[in-house]
T-cell receptor, first 115, second 112 residues
């Protein structure tokens, strides 16, 4: 059964710092891995989707990498800003899930960027 | 604007009542999903549908029911059989195939 873990659970950094959020998954048989952002009391906003055949994806100041063999993905945020403060969630779409996009979520990393 | 609309934003349920959460999408996606989010836990899949008039149970379907009569709509009913319904409910949609999933803004359900 696929399990997804995110470390750390919470992170506080000063504005301008580059940072890395970690996501690990137990079953490497995945279709893709998706990173989301969630603001308090809100829904999820899709940030990046990495297909299993890809190594990384970039969008603006965000870069996500995927290493299936080690069961890891990282989300790199460059030059962090206070507006980046939110909870970041990763979700693995497992081949054994039996359905398209039966995403298995981690519990998230709560990021606070201090001005 | 294309997107997913969930309503209401807040919902209060009395003991023994059934309540229905609405989810509508105009993204022309075939697949739709319902997730439940509890504090300190990851999102868990309740039900999903890949085509009109068909749906499948997710990991925590007990006490919930759904229908998929139209491509754009996937309402979730929380029945009185759900013993701990207080949670944040999120609806999502995607194309069939391993594509990007998009989420609505959520409905917070509270039992009073």
């Amino acid at each position: 059964k696929q399990e997804v873990t995110q470390i750390p659970a919470a992170l506080s950094v000063p504005e301008g710092e580059n940072l890395v959020l970690n996501c690990s998954f137990t079953d490497s048989a995945i279709y893709n891995l998706q990173w989301f952002r969630q603001d308090p009391g809100k829904g999820l906003t899709s940030l990046l989707l990495i297909q299993s055949s890809q190594r990384e994806q970039t969008s603006g100041r965000l870069n996500a990498s995927l290493d299936k063999s080690s069961g890891r993905s990282t989300l790199y945020i460059a030059a962090s800003q206070p507006g980046d403060s939110a909870t970041y969630l990763c979700a693995a779409n497992s081949i054994g899930g039996g359905a398209t996009n039966k995403l298995i979520f981690g519990t998230g990393t709560l990021l606070a960027v201090q001005p | 604007d294309g997107g997913i609309t969930q309503s209401p934003k807040y919902l209060f349920r009395k003991e023994g009542q059934n309540v229905t959460l609405s989810c509508e999408q105009n993204l022309n996606h075939d697949a739709m999903y319902w997730y439940r989010q509890d504090p300190g836990q990851g999102l868990r899949l309740i039900y999903y549908s890949q085509i009109v008039n068909d749906f499948q149970k997710g990991d925590i379907a007990e006490g919930y029911s759904v229908s998929r009569e139209k491509k754009e709509s996937f309402p979730l009913t929380v029945t009185s059989a759900q013993k701990n319904p207080t949670a944040f409910y999120l609806c999502a949609s995607s194309d069939v195939g391993n594509t990007e999933a998009f989420f609505g803004q959520g409905t917070r359900l509270t039992v009073v």
